[in-house]
């Protein structure tokens, strides 16, 4: 199998709104930026924001939309991103399932009755699988922004990053709306192709029993130019709206479940698996 460093997402790293929101995170915040990581967060970016273009997204939503690359479970697909990590890395040694269960351990603890809701917490992330089939972390992982329109800013380095992006150049797409209308809705918008859209899909192909709001979740959650940074109203519909605060709600638990006690696996896994036989059971198509 192949093995990806997927320890580093650039999303978890440059998070501008940890400022006000975190007095710790703001300390971490002021290292990352005199730190090396910086350094990687922003050519991370760079080629993020230079590749995903209209015509890149096009092609990978083509590509991974029919969702026939392979076959298994939500638990086959949560413990295969526990292989996405160097192993080389000497600070790697927390794999990737614990962020999933503590993202579903701290919703479930502030939202007993949703069990939908810890359901999301779990499988949020098993998108970055992406990373297996070779896509790389500027196609995997990262804030996710609209193409096709003019770049906000709020994506972050919005006016260093861009300057060799095509899409930039082209009268079609950088204009305020680009293609699209005012207000038409998010699920019209063409986003950057990365392991939101990627697990969205793969819900929607397979049918997953959740609730609306878990869909928008999982589809949005990168997504911080908007729902943490405010931009991108303009395209925003009523439905749009009443879903952000779903997202504001989730993105607490993604990020702020870090680093406390680590969960065991092992004595979840049961609760879990109800969850998965209640809502998206069996051979999953991915
Ligand atoms: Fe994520
Ligand atoms: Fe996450």
Redesign the pocket.
């Known amino acids: 199998m192949k093995v990806v460093n997927l320890e580093f997402?650039p999303s978890?790293i440059y998070r501008p709104g940890l400022e006000v929101e975190n007095g710790k995170a703001k300390e971490e915040y002021r290292n990352f930026k005199e730190g090396p990581l910086m350094e990687r967060v922003y050519n991370t970016y760079l080629l993020m924001h230079t590749h995903q273009t209209t015509e890149f997204v096009r092609k990978k939503n083509e590509e991974y939309g029919g969702c026939n690359h392979h076959r298994m479970t939500i638990m086959e697909a949560l413990d295969l991103l526990d292989n996405v990590v160097d192993e080389s890395d000497p600070d790697v040694d927390v794999p990737n399932s614990y962020?999933?269960y503590q993202?579903a351990e701290g919703i479930r603890k502030a939202h007993p009755d949703k069990d939908w809701f810890h359901l999301v917490g779990l499988i949020?992330?098993i998108g970055k699988i992406l990373a297996l089939a070779g896509e790389p972390q500027w196609a995997v992982v990262g804030d996710t922004f609209p193409v096709s329109c003019k770049v906000q800013p709020s994506v972050v380095f919005w006016d260093s990053t861009f300057h060799n992006n095509p899409d930039v150049k082209n009268p079609l797409y950088n204009t305020k709306y680009g293609i699209y209308r005012p207000n038409c809705g998010l699920e019209h918008i063409l986003m950057s192709w990365g392991h939101d859209e990627y697990m969205y899909k793969v819900m929607r192909h397979n049918k997953f029993a959740l609730p609306q709001e878990a869909y928008y979740v999982i589809r949005f959650?990168s997504f911080y130019p908007w729902h943490t940074g405010g931009d991108y109203m303009h395209l925003c519909s009523e439905e749009d709206l009443k879903m952000l605060p779903w997202v504001k709600e989730f993105n607490k638990f993604?990020?702020y479940t870090k680093g406390e006690d680590l969960p065991d696996p092992k004595e979840l896994k049961p609760y879990y698996q109800s969850l998965v036989d209640k809502y998206c059971p069996g051979q999953l198509c991915w």
């Open positions: 997402d978890e962020h999933a993202t949020h992330d959650h993604d990020l």
